[in-house]
């Protein structure tokens, strides 16, 4: 059984026929090729997998892919104007808020929904709402440092 799905991922749209038990993450990785969100946990428990959903954050493997039809779907891909980062992407990379990598996908949604929803500007807030977010290499502090900066 499929089931037909419109996701719109940074702003292009797409018609899939699904199997309604696919992920969102596994729609956009394995059926779209958007391969930013990765797959820590599959289990809701590192934030690896964060997109924007309506501008609000999701763990995409524990959303399905049905759930999020006709809905605007932001990846990492898709912070940035062409070539040009955007302050939060900037802000990364100047206090070098990574080490692997892996999980900054899913960091800079997740610091994008909360510039967005304007919830948190202190550290101890900015930590607090990028506790779902995960990072193996332990980049936090550098990680707080250029949400905060944005933020401020
Ligand atoms: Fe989704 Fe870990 S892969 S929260």
Known sequence: ITVAVRL??????????????????????THLGVTGPKMGCDAGACGACTVLVDGRRVNSCLMLAVAADGK??????????????????EAFIRHDAFQCGYCTPGQLCSA?????????????????????????????????????????
């Open 8 to 29: 719109v991922v940074n702003g292009k749209p797409h018609d899939l026929a699904l199997d309604p038990r696919v992920t969102l993450l596994d729609a956009l990785r």
């Open 72 to 89: 605007s779907v932001v990846t990492v891909e898709g912070l940035a104007a062409g070539d040009d980062l955007n302050p939060l992407q």
């Open 112 to 152: 994008t929904a909360l510039l967005r929803e304007g919830v948190a500007t202190t550290p101890e807030e900015i930590r607090l709402w990028m506790s779902g977010n995960l990072c193996r290499c332990g980049a936090y502090p550098n990680i707080v440092a250029a949400i905060a900066e944005v933020a401020a």
